[in-house]
């Protein structure tokens, strides 16, 4: 039987993305992301449940999303979940995060010219793109997976 490792999220960032450079030159953005639930208990009583993730991006989607989105704007996230592990001086610490490998932007475009643009929940496969601001920024289907194994620092 095979496995699967997939995750789909929408949300909204909880921070700015945090873009940073391994020394090989390749690009890693970082942010959070918000998602809400809501429901009602048995009660009738209507609740919100909301599920914080951290989110990490390599290569040029990660550029691309740390120039166009800021905290507080939504984004629809494709990825995988990953598992890390560590020792500190209290013992051993874990922590499951999501390797970004798609993303969509969602809503309209912000007035400071970053944010959401291109597409209202639609697929970006179906003509969705990167908002312009005077840059020649590709569109997301022309972003490429540039990552090696090797590049990745744990």
């Given at each position: 039987?095979?496995?699967?490792?997939?995750?789909?999220?929408?949300?909204?960032?909880?921070?700015?993305?945090?873009?940073?450079?391994?020394?090989?030159?390749?690009?890693?953005?970082?942010?959070?992301?918000?998602?809400?639930?809501?429901?009602?208990?048995?009660?009738?009583?209507?609740?919100?449940?909301?599920?914080?993730?951290?989110?990490?991006?390599?290569?040029?989607?990660?550029e691309?999303?740390?120039?166009?989105?800021?905290?507080?704007?939504?984004?629809?996230?494709?990825?995988?979940?990953?598992?890390?592990?560590?020792?500190?001086?209290?013992?051993?610490?874990?922590?499951?995060?999501?390797?970004?490998?798609?993303?969509?932007?969602?809503?309209?475009?912000?007035?400071?010219?970053?944010?959401?643009?291109?597409?209202?929940?639609?697929?970006?496969?179906?003509g969705?793109?990167?908002?312009?601001?005077?840059?020649?920024?590709?569109?997301?289907?022309?972003?490429?997976?540039?990552?090696?194994?090797?590049?990745?620092p744990?």
């Amino acid at each position: 039987m095979g496995n699967v490792n997939k995750v789909f999220l929408m949300g909204n960032m909880t921070r700015d993305p945090e873009l940073r450079y391994i020394p090989s030159g390749t690009a890693v953005c970082e942010f959070g992301v918000a998602t809400n639930r809501q429901f009602k208990t048995r009660d009738g009583e209507q609740k919100e449940e909301v599920c914080f993730v951290d989110i990490t991006f390599w290569g040029r989607r990660g550029e691309v999303i740390s120039e166009y989105f800021k905290k507080g704007d939504p984004i629809f996230v494709e990825g995988r979940l990953k598992l890390d592990q560590w020792e500190t001086s209290d013992g051993k610490r874990s922590k499951i995060t999501v390797v970004g490998e798609d993303f969509q932007f969602l809503g309209g475009r912000s007035g400071g010219g970053s944010g959401a643009g291109g597409g209202s929940g639609g697929s970006r496969r179906q003509g969705g793109e990167a908002p312009r601001s005077g840059s020649s920024a590709p569109a997301p289907e022309d972003i490429g997976d540039d990552v090696s194994d090797d590049e990745i620092p744990f």
